[in-house]
């Protein structure tokens, strides 16, 4: 069997835990390319499309913006997928298989999924480019609809991006290999979990950095607006990240020494495990919370504005604005929920050897179920709160700002994202309890 030959066969037998990462792929190239297609579109670049002139910077800086978040998504998720698979690699090295080699496996293995995940991209963007454009041509009140073209400058535009991506990603994986020792490889799913840790005088700054900031935000005026902006977004970010790395923490261990709630129900369980959770994945819900925030924060603004439009004129730039926004938020929201959709199945294999030994002890269906539930109900909506709160309050600052009274709007927005988080939750969870508790769906020899 050649190293071409594994790599793809890797690809296929462990198709699951690639999908959350393949599939995010697609939607961003897609996204990507039904921008570049309207750059490039011919009307667009001969200027036959007035209309052109307004969209065109928006369309540039979606573009920057989708680019730089895939990248940061997917050296996330290369590095989490990494990790579940320090035993595998180190097996092969065991067996025999140089450090050179296991990189060249690791580069197979990436070309694969880059070529797919490219090639479907660029398919699906080709696909429902039609369907973007009209969406556009009717936001801006045009009479006739923008002609559909395949711009052969998007198509390469798009694919030499993720190329140069994908290769970034590949190298910085293959590097990581390169520094991993072979013991420390099959161990990686035997070591024992430290004792959780928080520091008591971090705890504080935490609540004093989102107080300062939301008391900062409230005081926005115009005369200030330059000064203030950057300490309220470092002040946001400290206060998250320290929220979920010192004061959940804290939290928790408030809650585990209280008998009353440790010892009712599956409690004991349930707080000890969330424990181990926020603690293993402190940098990914923060980045899920920011995340949240500013999909809900920018998908308010754009819809606070296109109430408060004094004009027909401001009202069309206010609606692009939206129509740019909306992909944005769609690609951050999927991107979102598959960095804890990816958490879960990735950790499948331990989490399956717990719940199979606490079944041997006796704990019932029911409470293994109460168990999953519960905890990935706080992976997916204590970020969300925490996303949630950060934009409630930067729209009611906008509101001041502007001196408008259109702050209740942003409730619809967050209703929205509230339902369609809540059908990924119901989806992710009923997946998830499928492959975790015994008898409950698919057989268990297949890790996804």
Not at 117 to 143: E, R, V
Not at 401 to 429: K, P
């Given at each position: 069997?050649?190293?071409?030959?594994?790599?793809?066969?890797?690809?296929?037998?462990?198709?699951?835990?690639?999908?959350?990462?393949?599939?995010?792929?697609?939607?961003?190239?897609?996204?990507?390319?039904?921008?570049?297609?309207l750059?490039?579109?011919?009307?667009?670049a001969?200027?036959?499309?007035?209309?052109?002139?307004?969209?065109?910077?928006?369309?540039?800086?979606g573009?920057?913006?989708?680019?730089?978040?895939?990248?940061?998504?997917?050296?996330?998720?290369?590095?989490?997928?990494?990790?579940?698979?320090?035993?595998?690699?180190g097996?092969?090295?065991?067996?025999?298989?140089?450090?050179?080699?296991?990189?060249?496996?690791?580069?197979y293995?990436n070309?694969?999924?880059?070529?797919?995940?490219?090639?479907?991209?660029?398919?699906?963007?080709?696909?429902?480019?039609?369907?973007?454009?009209?969406?556009?041509?009717?936001?801006?009140?045009?009479?006739?609809?923008?002609?559909?073209?395949?711009?052969?400058?998007?198509?390469?535009?798009?694919?030499?991006?993720?190329?140069?991506?994908?290769?970034?990603?590949?190298?910085?994986?293959?590097?990581?290999?390169?520094?991993?020792?072979?013991?420390?490889?099959?161990?990686?799913?035997?070591?024992?979990?430290?004792?959780?840790?928080?520091?008591?005088?971090?705890?504080?700054?935490?609540?004093?950095?989102?107080?300062l900031?939301?008391?900062?935000?409230?005081?926005?005026?115009?005369?200030?607006?330059?000064?203030?902006?950057?300490?309220?977004?470092?002040?946001?970010?400290?206060?998250?990240?320290?929220?979920?790395?010192?004061?959940?923490?804290?939290l928790?261990?408030?809650?585990?020494?209280?008998?009353?709630?440790?010892?009712?129900?599956?409690?004991?369980?349930?707080?000890?495990?969330?424990?181990?959770?926020?603690?293993?994945?402190?940098?990914?819900?923060?980045?899920?919370?920011?995340?949240?925030?500013?999909?809900?924060?920018?998908?308010?603004?754009?819809?606070?504005?296109?109430?408060?439009?004094?004009?027909?004129?401001?009202?069309?730039?206010?609606?692009?604005?939206?129509?740019?926004?909306?992909?944005?938020?769609?690609?951050?929201?999927?991107?979102?929920?598959?960095?804890?959709?990816?958490?879960?199945?990735?950790?499948?294999?331990?989490?399956?050897?717990?719940?199979?030994?606490?079944?041997?002890?006796?704990?019932?269906?029911?409470?293994?179920?109460?168990?999953?539930?519960?905890?990935?109900?706080?992976?997916?909506?204590?970020?969300?709160?925490?996303?949630?709160?950060?934009?409630?309050?930067?729209?009611?600052?906008?509101?001041?700002l502007?001196?408008?009274s259109?702050?209740?709007?942003?409730?619809?927005?967050?209703?929205?994202?509230?339902?369609?988080?809540?059908?990924?939750?119901?989806?992710?969870?009923?997946?998830?309890?499928?492959?975790?508790?015994?008898?409950?769906?698919?057989?268990?020899?297949?890790?996804?």
């Amino acid at each position: 069997m050649t190293f071409r030959s594994l790599a793809f066969n890797n690809v296929l037998g462990k198709w699951r835990s690639y999908a959350a990462f393949f599939l995010s792929s697609v939607f961003s190239v897609a996204i990507f390319y039904m921008y570049a297609a309207l750059l490039a579109h011919p009307d667009v670049a001969s200027g036959e499309w007035p209309a052109a002139a307004k969209v065109r910077q928006g369309m540039e800086i979606g573009e920057y913006v989708i680019i730089l978040f895939s990248f940061l998504f997917m050296l996330y998720s290369g590095s989490a997928f990494l990790r579940t698979r320090q035993k595998e690699l180190g097996l092969f090295s065991l067996f025999g298989m140089t450090r050179s080699q296991l990189r060249r496996l690791l580069v197979y293995e990436n070309a694969v999924i880059a070529v797919l995940s490219t090639i479907s991209g660029i398919f699906l963007g080709i696909l429902f480019s039609k369907l973007f454009f009209m969406s556009l041509a009717a936001l801006l009140g045009m009479a006739d609809s923008i002609a559909f073209a395949v711009p052969p400058l998007a198509v390469g535009l798009t694919a030499g991006a993720f190329f140069v991506l994908f290769s970034a990603i590949t190298a910085w994986t293959a590097l990581r290999v390169g520094k991993t020792e072979i013991v420390d490889m099959l161990q990686a799913s035997r070591r024992p979990r430290d004792e959780l840790v928080y520091s008591p005088r971090l705890i504080p700054l935490a609540i004093v950095c989102l107080s300062l900031a939301y008391a900062m935000a409230f005081a926005l005026r115009p005369a200030n607006l330059d000064f203030l902006v950057l300490p309220i977004l470092l002040t946001v970010l400290l206060g998250t990240y320290l929220v979920f790395t010192q004061w959940t923490l804290w939290l928790l261990n408030v809650l585990q020494n209280r008998p009353n709630i440790r010892y009712r129900g599956t409690n004991l369980i349930v707080l000890a495990r969330l424990g181990y959770a926020v603690r293993d994945n402190a940098r990914m819900l923060f980045i899920v919370s920011v995340l949240s925030a500013v999909i809900l924060t920018v998908s308010s603004a754009f819809y606070m504005l296109g109430y408060a439009a004094p004009d027909d004129a401001f009202k069309e730039r206010a609606a692009l604005m939206r129509f740019i926004g909306l992909f944005i938020g769609l690609l951050f929201f999927i991107a979102s929920g598959s960095m804890i959709y990816f958490r879960l199945f990735t950790e499948l294999p331990e989490d399956r050897a717990q719940f199979r030994a606490l079944r041997r002890i006796g704990m019932t269906k029911n409470e293994l179920r109460k168990i999953v539930v519960t905890e990935t109900a706080f992976l997916f909506y204590v970020p969300c709160l925490a996303g949630i709160a950060h934009s409630l309050v930067a729209m009611k600052a906008l509101d001041r700002l502007l001196q408008t009274s259109y702050w209740a709007h942003s409730f619809v927005v967050i209703g929205i994202y509230l339902a369609l988080q809540t059908l990924y939750f119901i989806v992710t969870c009923r997946n998830y309890m499928k492959k975790i508790v015994p008898g409950e769906g698919e057989p268990h020899e297949n890790t996804f």
